[in-house]
């Protein structure tokens, strides 16, 4: 019945926010300028704070008065549990972060968030790739009051230390996006910002600033000018999710290294940047695949998450290091309060052997 409400609740946005709706062709041209940003996100801006309502219970409202409050990951046991009159030991990481290499570092669960095209224009039949901008609004300032936000290539770099110099948060939650849709750029590049949450986007180059109705793509994608904005940004990572969009999986030797190394060249030519993580289209892969790809360079994978097909809730844990990573597939019908949900089911269903 929640799920159908929520479905109902999608059904009414999508008529209301119709008229605001971005128009494909609105694709600028030449540099963008803020005029270019559709009217209905100031809408998104206004309303930051989720539905106090909408909170399930237990869970703390996010503070108002201050934003710095909510970065600081909760001590795991309550401070009058520990004696007053303990010194802090020097060199060790505060509490809420653990050491690369420590029994305690396989103990933390890494859920990495996949998200598409953010649009108003969704629908029960699309509504699985595609999320409202108030919707994907209201998520990122739900996981970033809930978890702590990190990057893609830091959990990577914490997986690959080996000399302990890495830390990772107790509860950190990875943000990614596949395909590389303009409404990265003009509708989740903002909200990011605001909020300070890195990101990682997988794009398919071959379709880079290619416009809807033109054949190639269902939505317009970000332009390399656009896709470079945000590289330099520091904020938002862009690798490959291969050069035409194919199953890796299905392909012969020569093929997939074709995939795997223009799609590689592009994105170092066009961003000026070491192009090393890879997310694997419709979670297609094999052996041949993934032995190409580390030939190739890539130094992380994305083998599952990315389609209808392809939905999967697992989290990852350092141990199974990040050769084969898992997602976990958000779709519009999924509203602020099930986000967390999600999060919390997944990484409670995740067993630590
Ligand atoms: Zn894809």
Same mark, same amino acid.
């Given at each position: 019945?929640?799920?159908?409400?929520?479905?109902?609740?999608?059904?009414?946005?999508?008529?209301?926010?119709?008229?605001?709706? &971005?128009?494909? *062709?609105? $694709? /600028?041209?030449?540099? @963008?300028?803020?005029?270019? %940003?559709? #009217?209905?996100?100031? !809408?998104?801006?206004?309303?930051?704070?989720?539905?106090?309502?909408?909170?399930?219970?237990?869970?703390?409202?996010?503070?108002?008065?201050?934003?710095?409050?909510?970065?600081?990951?909760?001590?795991?046991?309550?401070?009058?549990?520990? &004696?007053?009159? *303990?010194? $802090? /030991?020097?060199?060790? @990481?505060?509490?809420?972060? %653990?050491? #690369?290499?420590?029994? !305690?570092?396989?103990?933390?669960?890494?859920?990495?968030?996949?998200?598409?095209?953010?649009?108003?224009?969704?629908?029960?039949?699309?509504?699985?790739?595609?999320?409202?901008?108030?919707?994907?609004?209201?998520?990122?300032?739900?996981?970033?009051?809930?978890?702590?936000?990190?990057?893609?290539?830091?959990?990577?770099?914490? %997986?690959?230390?080996?000399?302990?110099?890495?830390?990772?948060?107790?509860?950190?939650?990875?943000?990614?996006?596949?395909?590389?849709?303009?409404?990265?750029?003009?509708?989740?590049?903002?909200?990011?910002?605001?909020?300070?949450?890195?990101?990682?986007?997988?794009?398919?180059?071959?379709?880079?600033?290619?416009?809807?109705?033109?054949?190639?793509?269902?939505?317009?994608?970000?332009?390399?000018?656009?896709?470079?904005?945000?590289?330099?940004?520091?904020?938002?990572?862009?690798?490959?999710?291969?050069?035409?969009?194919?199953?890796?999986?299905?392909?012969?030797?020569?093929?997939?290294?074709?995939?795997?190394?223009?799609?590689?060249?592009?994105?170092?030519?066009?961003?000026?940047?070491?192009?090393?993580?890879?997310?694997?289209?419709?979670?297609?892969?094999?052996?041949?695949?993934?032995?190409?790809?580390?030939?190739?360079?890539?130094?992380?994978?994305?083998?599952?998450?990315?389609?209808?097909?392809?939905?999967?809730?697992?989290?990852?844990?350092?141990?199974?290091?990040?050769?084969?990573?898992?997602?976990?597939?958000?779709?519009?019908?999924?509203?602020?309060?099930?986000?967390?949900?999600?999060?919390?089911?997944?990484?409670?269903?995740?067993?630590?052997?």
């Amino acid at each position: 019945m929640k799920k159908l409400a929520l479905i109902i609740a999608s059904v009414l946005t999508v008529s209301l926010f119709a008229g605001f709706a &971005p128009k494909s *062709t609105s $694709e /600028p041209t030449a540099k @963008p300028d803020k005029q270019s %940003v559709p #009217a209905w996100l100031n !809408e998104v801006n206004a309303t930051p704070t989720p539905e106090p309502t909408a909170r399930p219970a237990g869970v703390t409202p996010e503070p108002t008065a201050d934003p710095n409050a909510a970065q600081t990951p909760e001590p795991e046991s309550s401070p009058s549990e520990q &004696p007053s009159d *303990t010194p $802090e /030991p020097a060199q060790i @990481p505060k509490p809420g972060f %653990v050491r #690369a290499g420590t029994p !305690e570092a396989e103990t933390v669960k890494v859920p990495i968030l996949l998200y598409h095209h953010i649009s108003d224009d969704f629908n029960l039949t699309n509504a699985i790739s595609i999320i409202s901008p108030r919707d994907f609004n209201l998520h990122m300032t739900a996981i970033k009051t809930q978890y702590t936000p990190i990057s893609l290539r830091e959990y990577v770099e914490f %997986v690959n230390c080996k000399d302990g110099s890495k830390t990772l948060p107790t509860d950190p939650i990875i943000v990614t996006f596949d395909d590389g849709y303009l409404s990265n750029y003009e509708v989740a590049y903002p909200i990011l910002k605001k909020l300070d949450i890195p990101a990682t986007i997988f794009i398919v180059t071959d379709t880079v600033g290619e416009k809807s109705g033109d054949g190639k793509v269902n939505y317009t994608h970000f332009n390399w000018e656009q896709a470079k904005e945000m590289q330099d940004s520091g904020l938002i990572d862009i690798e490959s999710h291969t050069n035409d969009h194919v199953k890796l999986g299905q392909l012969d030797k020569d093929t997939i290294n074709y995939e795997l190394r223009k799609s590689k060249y592009q994105i170092e030519k066009h961003l000026g940047k070491t192009c090393d993580m890879i997310a694997y289209p419709y979670g297609s892969y094999s052996d041949e695949a993934i032995q190409a790809s580390k030939n190739a360079g890539f130094i992380a994978q994305c083998l599952v998450g990315d389609d209808a097909t392809d939905i999967d809730y697992e989290v990852n844990i350092p141990r199974d290091g990040v050769m084969n990573l898992t997602r976990i597939t958000v779709s519009g019908t999924m509203g602020n309060v099930n986000i967390i949900e999600l999060v919390r089911k997944s990484i409670a269903n995740k067993k630590i052997d």
